[in-house]
């Protein structure tokens, strides 16, 4: 029914890009915020950004805020990441997320507050 299914991602070299995408299905999309997360082996799941349902508001971790970017296009039903001048400590797996609104602003950084997950795509970056 509900399916996220995410791609874009791949191998680049520190300093590099790559652009996520998450194709959304199944689901409003326009009535869903939605997130992006990335989980490093042997890490926990950490949140990476937000953005709620109409592309008005973004969220994002320290550790990728001014190099990353969330954005999504609701009339493709598509949410992004443009990640620019990538780490190696950037390297995991990215999956995006769904929660239908609304989203308390104290849930937009927890994983457990999502409704749906697509099933993540890797990115590696090499120092």
């Known amino acids: 029914q509900v399916r996220l299914v995410e791609s874009g991602g791949g191998l680049m070299e520190a300093g590099g890009s790559l652009r996520l995408s998450c194709a959304a299905s199944g689901l409003a999309f326009s009535n869903y915020a939605m997130g992006w997360f990335r989980q490093a082996p042997g890490k926990e799941r950490e949140f990476v950004g937000y953005?709620?349902?109409?592309?008005?508001?973004?969220d994002y971790a320290d550790s990728v805020k001014g190099r990353f970017t969330i954005s999504r296009d609701n009339t493709k039903n598509t949410l992004y990441l443009q990640m620019n001048t990538l780490k190696p400590e950037d390297t995991a797996v990215y999956y995006c997320?769904?929660?239908?609104?609304?989203?308390?602003?104290?849930?937009?950084?927890?994983?457990?507050?999502?409704?749906?997950w697509g099933q993540g795509t890797q990115v590696t970056v090499s120092s």
């Open positions: 997320a769904a929660k239908g609104v609304p989203l308390l602003g104290s849930q937009r950084r927890s994983h457990w507050a999502y409704d749906y």
């Open positions: 953005i709620s349902w109409n592309g008005g508001g973004t």
